[in-house]
């Protein structure tokens, strides 16, 4: 079984510039749930996605937006971008999301510089 | 609202147990646990439910005290592979929204 894809893993952008981040679940998982991890902060939720509606979002600025396909997909864009937001980004697919097991893929290393 | 972790790290010799603590000052419904290696993803231990329920794959032990806000996780006779930082989470449920704790790294020594 195929795990948790996220593309691509690496990213170096330049402020002001825009970024979209992609996440491939698990197949038959349709819970998609995005986090930031900076060193000072630990694991930030962004937002969960499911059946393509957003459930949830955390306390992120509006320049973080997020959307889910028909297919569980997930991508998450973050606009203007500002140099604080260089971080690991990290997505987490479950069955269900809520009080279910979820399995995070390797992240996207984004730089910004 | 941010679960508070104590110790924020610990350092064992193989062989050794220790307890990992995740508090709320909110009512809790649920405690995910997650452990991340260095470089890695984080991978699921255990999530404790209110009531008294427990899903989880590892041979790991846990507390959820639910008057308190209070969850504990158990680390018997640690072995290597143990080291890590350790995440609590709270929130999931109807919430979808898990609010992790900032971790506490363990190390276990030979």
């Known amino acids: 079984k195929a795990g948790v894809t996220q593309t691509p893993r690496y990213l170096i952008k330049t402020r002001g510039q825009q970024v979209t981040l992609s996440c491939s679940p698990i197949?038959?998982?349709?819970?998609v749930s995005w986090y930031q991890q900076t060193p000072g902060q630990g694991l930030q939720f962004l937002f969960e996605?499911?059946?393509?509606?957003?459930?949830n979002k955390g306390n992120f600025p509006g320049r973080f937006s997020g959307r889910q396909f028909s297919n569980s997909r997930s991508e998450m864009n973050v606009s203007t971008l500002e140099l604080g937001d260089s971080a690991l980004y990290l997505c987490?697919?479950?069955?269900?999301?809520?009080?279910?097991?979820?399995?995070f893929g390797q992240g996207t290393r984004l730089t910004v510089v | 609202q941010q679960p508070v972790q104590s110790p924020q790290a610990v350092i064992l010799r193989e062989g050794e147990d220790a307890v990992i603590n995740c508090s709320s000052s909110?009512?809790?419904?649920?405690v995910h646990w997650y452990r991340q290696k260095h470089g890695e993803a984080p991978v699921f231990l255990m999530i404790?439910?209110?009531?008294?329920e427990q899903k989880g794959h590892e041979k790991i032990s846990a507390s959820f005290n639910e008057k308190k806000q209070q969850s504990s996780l158990y680390l018997t006779a640690s072995q290597l592979s143990y080291s890590g930082t350790y995440f609590c989470?709270?929130?999931?449920?109807?919430?979808?929204?898990?609010?992790f704790g900032k971790g506490t790294l363990l190390t276990v020594n030979p």
């Open positions: 404790l439910l209110k009531g008294g």
């Open positions: 996605y499911f059946s393509e509606t957003q459930r």
């Open positions: 197949s038959g998982h349709r819970s």
């Open positions: 989470g709270t929130g999931g449920g109807s919430n979808y929204k898990l609010t």
């Open positions: 909110k009512a809790l419904y649920s």
């Open positions: 987490a697919s479950s069955a269900r999301g809520g009080d279910t097991e979820a399995f």
